[in-house]
């Protein structure tokens, strides 16, 4: 391009920062205390005692190492080292000369289309503003002492209300690792919805066999119980462990007391020892009105070897001989780690009647 008069100078200009003569040719060129690498030789002005220097005879550059063809000694004095730009630089652009069309970074498999680096003491760090410029967010790098180096992709599924990001899937590991993120329900001791069973048409019984296969990754259980009333004879309410044959064989521990409506009628409690007839969790309830009972059930995740331990826990309320009952109780299987899941059902007849609003409902919380 022509230009009328003096063509207008380009390039990064930059005045090094100092340097302390002594016994020694080589010395370390730096910019803010950031290491600088020039172009070439020629690309520097060096004074040496009030002299310009002769670049490749005088003095050579490799990589930001300056050496000067002989070792120098305290007396001497480095006047000033300036940069004075690389090949095809433009310099520092004005305020608001570049373009949306000139900051379209693309990125490869190998690289970031944008890199924003640390300056030896603070992490890379991106700054989105509000819409005045007023103030602002800011993303930042872990610190170099972390070593990381890991991508963080974004979700592909559409966003979410009232979810959370959390790493779905790594690719890789280490510091290197490459996770993609989902959006996901909060956890942090929340519980999670895992199953809603509908028993208003009324159900023979709550079949759950691999319920802790499938949830393994929960730890602890609530069963929400709502409304299940018997349709025939009083029978007694049951809970069952469940592999993938039946009921899980070993011993059974439970004990369980109850209080009716009628003050007089405590119950003073049961032990249970025996596994084929499960767990004992309310005696047989059943209202003139549909009634039925209310409760909730604990468990926790099958533990420990091969003879582990289930551990459960009740609080039921509901109607008997016309009286309202509440019963509390607490159980175990010892052979729980063989355990898949469970069992819900009546020593005989159907678990529920078809009453209007009855359900099962399971909420988990997750290991961690």
């Not at 929960?218 to 462990?241: C, E, N, S, W």
Request: hydrophobic letters at 35%; charged letters at 10%.
């Amino acid at each position: 391009m022509s230009y009328i008069g003096k063509e207008p100078q380009t390039g990064a200009y930059s005045m090094l920062d100092a340097l302390t003569a002594s016994a020694t040719a080589s010395y370390s060129l730096t910019l803010d205390s950031v290491a600088f690498v020039p172009e070439s030789a020629n690309h520097l002005l060096v004074s040496l005692n009030g002299s310009i220097q002769k670049a490749g005879s005088s003095y050579t550059v490799s990589g930001s190492t300056l050496t000067f063809s002989s070792a120098l000694t305290s007396s001497d004095s480095i006047d000033f080292v300036l940069a004075l730009g690389n090949v095809l630089d433009i310099g520092t652009p004005s305020d608001a000369t570049v373009t949306n069309a000139k900051t379209n970074f693309v990125s490869t498999s190998s690289a970031a289309g944008l890199q924003i680096k640390g300056d030896n003491t603070t992490g890379g760090t991106l700054q989105l503003n509000c819409e005045q410029n007023s103030h602002g967010i800011k993303l930042r790098s872990p610190a170099h002492s972390a070593g990381q180096s890991y991508t963080l992709t974004f979700p592909t599924g559409n966003v979410t209300a009232d979810k959370f990001l959390k790493v779905a899937s790594v690719s890789g590991s280490g510091t290197t690792g490459i996770g993609q993120l989902s959006f996901a329900d909060a956890g942090g001791g929340a519980w999670t919805l895992l199953s809603n069973t509908d028993l208003s048409s009324g159900v023979a019984e709550f079949n759950q066999s691999s319920f802790f296969t499938t949830y393994s990754s929960y730890k602890h259980f609530m069963i929400d119980l709502q409304l299940v009333t018997p349709d025939d004879g009083p029978a007694d309410l049951r809970f069952t462990f469940q592999d993938g044959s039946g009921t899980v064989a070993g011993t059974i521990r439970a004990a369980w007391k109850a209080n009716r409506g009628n003050a007089s009628d405590e119950d003073g409690g049961h032990n249970q020892t025996a596994a084929a007839n499960g767990i004992q969790i309310f005696g047989s309830s059943r209202s003139t009105n549909g009634s039925g009972m209310n409760g909730i059930i604990e468990m926790w995740q099958p533990i420990g070897g091969s003879t582990g331990d289930i551990n459960m826990q009740w609080r039921l309320c509901g109607v008997q001989a016309g009286y309202y009952l509440f019963s509390t109780g607490g159980g175990m299987s010892e052979s729980g780690a063989n355990a898949t899941g469970f069992l819900i059902d009546r020593a005989s007849g159907n678990l529920t009647a078809a009453v209007s609003s009855s359900y099962m409902k399971i909420y988990g919380l997750a290991a961690s």
